[in-house]
Structures are given as C-alpha cells and as structure tokens.
C-alpha cells in the first residue's frame, strides 16, 4: 500500500510549490482573470521550479524519474494558488508525458529534450470535441491511414496555447481506437482560431478551437511508432491530474471561506459559531480529504502498475468534480453577498469548480 507521509524530496517540492502560489500566483490571480492574460515572467518562475523536468530522465534531458504520486502532490499545492497559471505552466507536460509513457525510443529521443532543455515554451495536446456525448474514447476526430501519412480531420475545442505551440499531440480515432498524432508547428491543414474562445472560468488561460482539415503527418508520427500505443495510462494520468487540480481549488476555497467566517460577526457572535455554517465548513472539508485519498490511491497504482489504475483514476476525478462544485458553491454562500463580488476570490474559485466535469485533457501528471 502507498505511505500517507511524503519522502524528503517530496516535501522540499511542496514547500516550493507552495511558496510560489502563495507568494507569486495568489497575488496576480484576480488581476490575470480581469486582463485575460498570465504575465511570462509569472509562468516562467514556474517552470524554473522544475516539475516536469524532474519527471524526465537523464537520457532525455530531465533530472529525475516519471512518478504521478509526486506529480499530484505538486498539481494540487499549484492550483491552491491559482488553476489558469497551474495549467499554463504545465501545458508542455501535455505533450512531453504521453511521449515518455507510450512513445517509440525514437520519439523520446527527438522530442523531449526540446521541450525539457532551457526555457518555457508552450508544447500542448488537443483532446476536447465540442460534443455534447464528448467520450475521449470514442472522437469524431479520425486519422486515416494514407501511404507514408496519417491523415487527420475533426475539430478541437479548449486547446491551451494553439495558436503559439511548437507542436501538439491531437487525439483521433483510428480504426475507432484512440490514438495520439505528434503535429509539428506549422503543419498544412491545421487551422486555428484567430480568437482564444471565452468561457466561464480560466480567463487568463488563452486556450483555441482547432480544426484539422486533412491534415498529413508521418507514420512515425504516431504514438509509439507504427504499433501504437494504449491510451489508458494517458487517459488515467489526466483523470488523476484534474481530480488533483480540483483538490487545491477546493481546499483554497475551503480555507478562504474558513477564516472569513471566523472573522465575521452576525448578532454578535462569529458565523463559524453559528451551526449552519460549522456544518457546512465540517462538511467540505469531509469531502476535501476523501478525494485527495482517492487521488492519491490512484496516482499510487499508476506509479506500481497496477490493474485497476484506470478505474481509481475514474472514481477520483468523478469524486472530484461533484467535490469541487459543492466545496466551492459553498464558500461562496458562506461570504453571503461579499462572495458574489469579484473582489473576493471564491466567485473565481466557483466558477472554476464548475469547469472541472469538461477540464480533463487540460492536465497531466
């Protein structure tokens, strides 16, 4: 069985983390969600904290070994400081980690160093559809099989950074299996949206509808090389990454609300004396901690192999979206009026909760 106690090395990286949200990413979150945009410099000092990088090893430019246990430890302490700056840092992930898990020695070789060596630079994977049955076992975006190619046609939604990517990984269904396409920047067909689309939540996070009109890419372009690649791990890593994500959302939300009403008065007393809300409070954070278990069971069972990652990494991200939307709707009714403003964080925080249900293929540990 897992231990409940990181190691030494992982505490160092929590303590690290967490002094960048707290001390970097809170701050900036509410003006970066007004403006629409992260500053580089704030995401590069994520980078520098070397995340990914320590999930990569020598042989490929990285420092370290690939372990999801230690990627959802630091996913959630980032996000408790903001979720747009969390994705945004680590959108090379999105395509560096399916390439180490399920990619051909030629293609780790090729690519990883790339992304790992020196600076920031938005590498992204595009797996969303806008369907309302959307199923990421089951696209509507297709690779055929052409000679020396693959030809891919469909259209992706909420793909982070598109219009900058240096390549991407699109997600097609091939013979009705899901397979992972390495696109290099620049590819004919590729046509992406002038515009980063708008949603409810992630306002700094610039994130494009591609459509792929007959798009070409080697065969040795394909995930794993001419035999493919099983997109469970990859699908499990997401799960695992999102459930962890909605973990520091909800616990930042949890704490905010918390102290607000320890500090808040109504006919004379503190609202955290006031049964309703002690039992609102006892009940997030109840549902906090019993998906951060669930969320590290399954990065624990990724990380050893086992049979059933799959199905934990399904139970903790559902368990992670109904958490996320009722720890955060709370809040928000425990600040009363004040959570509707925008001046306090918990209407962010709600409306990112909300997210979480469409946020996997955004993340990956």
Not at 257 to 286: N, P
Request: glycine share 8%; net charge negative; hydrophobic share 45%.
């Amino acid at each position: 069985m897992y231990s409940f106690e990181p190691t030494d090395e992982q505490k160092m990286l929590i303590e690290a983390v967490n002094k960048y949200a707290v001390n970097d990413l809170r701050p900036a979150a509410h003006e970066a969600e007004e403006s629409r945009t992260l500053p580089p410099a704030l995401i590069e000092k994520g980078w520098e904290l070397g995340v990914l990088q320590a999930s990569i090893p020598e042989a490929y430019g990285g420092f370290g070994e690939h372990s999801a246990v230690t990627g959802v430890l630091a996913q959630e302490e980032m996000a408790y400081g903001n979720l747009a700056a969390t994705i945004a840092v680590g959108v090379p992930s999105l395509f560096a980690l399916p390439i180490l898990l399920c990619g051909a020695e030629e293609q780790k070789q090729e690519y990883l160093p790339n992304v790992i060596e020196g600076a920031w630079r938005p590498y992204t994977a595009a797996l969303i559809e806008y369907t309302l049955d959307f199923d990421p076992l089951e696209l509507r975006t297709t690779a055929t099989l052409d000679g020396d190619s693959y030809v891919l046609r469909g259209e992706k939604a909420y793909v982070p950074f598109a219009r900058q990517a240096e390549a991407m990984i699109v997600y097609a269904a091939l013979d009705g299996v899901t397979q992972g396409f390495i696109v290099p920047k620049g590819s004919e067909g590729v046509i992406v949206a002038e515009d980063s689309e708008k949603m409810m939540g992630l306002n700094a996070l610039p994130t494009y509808r591609v459509k792929l009109d007959g798009v070409r890419v080697p065969r040795s372009n394909r995930l794993g090389g001419d035999s493919g690649h099983d997109f469970g791990p990859i699908l499990a890593s997401m799960r695992v990454a999102t459930a962890a994500a909605a973990v520091g959302v909800a616990r930042a939300a949890f704490e905010y609300s918390r102290d607000y009403a320890k500090e808040r008065e109504a006919f004379g007393v503190k609202i955290a004396q006031k049964q309703a809300i002690a039992f609102m409070l006892a009940e997030m954070v109840t549902e906090i901690e019993a998906v951060r278990m669930l969320t590290w069971e399954a990065a624990w069972k990724l990380d050893v192999g086992k049979d059933d990652a799959d199905v934990a990494a399904y139970f903790a991200v559902t368990g992670a979206m109904d958490m996320a939307m009722m720890v955060t709707d709370r809040a928000v009714q425990i600040l009363a009026g004040h959570g509707y403003i925008r001046e306090h964080p918990v209407e962010m925080w709600m409306r990112e909760g909300r997210g979480f249900a469409m946020f996997t293929g955004l993340m990956i540990v």
